[in-house]
Structure formats: C-alpha cells, structure tokens
C-alpha cells in the first residue's frame, strides 16, 4: 500500500517519499501527498524530483491495479529513464489546482446542507464542482448562493475524524451518496464534520474553515432528468 499523507493534512504538499515502482503506467511511491481521483474528486498534478535535480511531472494521479496503491501518471515528454526502486524523491503538489479542489470540495458539504436530498452525482475539479440531486422539487439559484455565502461567512470549523464501520452501520442516514459508497474492509471510515453544518463521510480534501472557501456561487442549475437537478459551482469573479 502507498501511505496517503493527505487524508491527515490536506494542507500538506510536499513529502519525501522512495519509488516502489517506475513503468510506462507511471510511478508508484511508499507514501504520498497526491490524492487519487476518486469520490467524484479529480486526482492531484505535480512534480516528482530526485535528489539530482531531475524533475518529472506528473498530470494526474489515480488509484493503481492493487490494493491500496496509488499511481503518479506522468506527462509523456518527463519520462524519461525510470527511477530505481528505492530511489528518494520529494513529490511536490501543484498548490493552485489542490487549493480549489480543498475549496470547491467544502463547498459541496455545504450545498448538502442547503438542499437536504440524496446525491446520485458529483465531480470536483479546479474549475467547477457540481452536484446531483435526487428530487423533484425546484431550486432557486440566487437562495442557494446567499445560503453558501452565509455559510462561508459563519466561519465553521472543518474536521475529519474516524468512525467504525460499526457506528456507520448504526447511522446509515450519515451517507449521502447514492452512486459512491465509503470504501470498506479497513474497520474505520472517515467522516468530514463541519460543525454545526453536515457531517458525512468523505476521503477527499477540504479547507480547514468554511472562511477559507472564499466567494462560490451557483452558475447553474439543471433539471437532468425527472428526479434529478444538478446544481453546478464555481469560484465568484474576483473585484
């Protein structure tokens, strides 16, 4: 298993790790501060750098064949020669692309708090977020943009903390998602809380403050299908 350092510290960007495996399908580390695509959140990008100076980019990252594993897709031109198993390098994150993720991903736990309905749909990336709905009724994008921004303004603190399968077993109301079910056959599951707002499963990235959201509004809202609206975010235009 490659150890996820950012289900900790989402704030945690770089790391010293040692390769696992180098092949054309990318690199495998020990440990990492890249998070995988997964949860409807898009995968982290990067830099992977030995202690030679050799810098190898990496565009996307995902979960690997096994267990556990968690793969550094690199871009074609950085390739290059493959690193030895058990060469150290620093993997690097790309700052900018987490920091909206950790933002549009908090602000997704607080839409789920607005609109109190299951969600068969979600993805997370740089550039927008979005949500899917499971209802009838209609939404109203202005409402829903003043309920986030009252929200972000209040300050909330946001945590994760670990939760057996038992007591989730014993709280099923705590699951939001109908399309992605939290990961099983560890014992433990992890759960976001921001306080006094939601509390749900979750192994993504989030900011540590509903404040350091900053400014999201509802771009729009779509009626999918007959029992599903989507309700799309994105980043205010800054003054």
Same mark, same amino acid.
């Given at each position: 298993?490659?150890?996820?350092?950012? @289900?900790?510290? *989402?704030?945690?960007?770089?790391? %010293?790790?040692?390769?696992?495996?180098?092949?054309?399908?990318?690199?495998?580390?020990?440990?990492?501060?890249?998070?995988?695509? +997964?949860?409807?959140? !898009?995968?982290?990008? +990067?830099?992977? @750098?030995?202690?030679? $100076?050799? %810098?190898?980019?990496?565009?996307?990252?995902?979960?690997?064949?096994?267990?556990?594993?968690?793969? #550094?897709?690199?871009?074609a031109d950085t390739a290059g020669e493959p690193w030895p198993e058990g060469t150290v390098v620093t993997a690097v994150v790309d700052e900018a692309r987490r920091?909206? #993720?950790?933002?549009?991903?908090?602000?997704? #736990?607080?839409?789920? !708090?607005?609109?109190?309905?299951?969600?068969? +749909?979600?993805?997370?990336? !740089?550039?927008?977020?979005?949500?899917?709905? #499971?209802?009838?009724?209609p939404l109203d994008k202005d409402m829903l943009t003043a309920g986030l921004a009252r929200l972000v303004a209040e300050a909330h603190p946001v945590r994760h @903390?670990?939760?057996?399968?038992?007591?989730?077993?014993?709280?099923?109301?705590?699951?939001? *998602?109908?399309?992605?079910?939290?990961? @099983?056959?560890?014992?433990?599951?992890?759960?976001?809380?921001?306080? $006094?707002?939601?509390?749900?499963?979750? $192994? $993504?990235?989030?900011? *540590?403050?509903?404040?350091?959201?900053?400014?999201?509004?509802?771009?729009?809202? %779509?009626?999918?299908?007959?029992?599903?609206?989507?309700?799309?975010l994105g980043f205010a235009p800054q003054a």
């Amino acid at each position: 298993m490659t150890e996820d350092l950012f @289900r900790e510290d *989402s704030h945690l960007l770089q790391c %010293e790790a040692r390769v696992r495996r180098d092949d054309a399908g990318g690199i495998v580390l020990d440990r990492t501060v890249f998070y995988p695509q +997964g949860g409807g959140q !898009a995968g982290d990008a +990067g830099v992977l @750098r030995d202690a030679a $100076g050799r %810098e190898r980019v990496v565009v996307d990252t995902r979960k690997g064949e096994a267990p556990g594993e968690i793969l #550094h897709v690199l871009a074609a031109d950085t390739a290059g020669e493959p690193w030895p198993e058990g060469t150290v390098v620093t993997a690097v994150v790309d700052e900018a692309r987490r920091r909206a #993720h950790m933002r549009f991903h908090t602000a997704t #736990h607080l839409l789920c !708090a607005l609109v109190p309905h299951p969600v068969d +749909g979600c993805s997370i990336t !740089a550039g927008y977020a979005r949500l899917d709905f #499971h209802m009838t009724d209609p939404l109203d994008k202005d409402m829903l943009t003043a309920g986030l921004a009252r929200l972000v303004a209040e300050a909330h603190p946001v945590r994760h @903390r670990w939760i057996s399968e038992a007591e989730l077993d014993a709280n099923p109301q705590l699951v939001r *998602s109908m399309s992605v079910q939290p990961p @099983r056959g560890q014992g433990r599951i992890r759960v976001l809380e921001i306080e $006094g707002v939601d509390l749900q499963p979750c $192994g $993504g990235t989030h900011v *540590s403050n509903t404040a350091d959201i900053g400014a999201v509004v509802v771009t729009k809202i %779509e009626k999918k299908s007959a029992r599903t609206r989507r309700v799309v975010l994105g980043f205010a235009p800054q003054a």
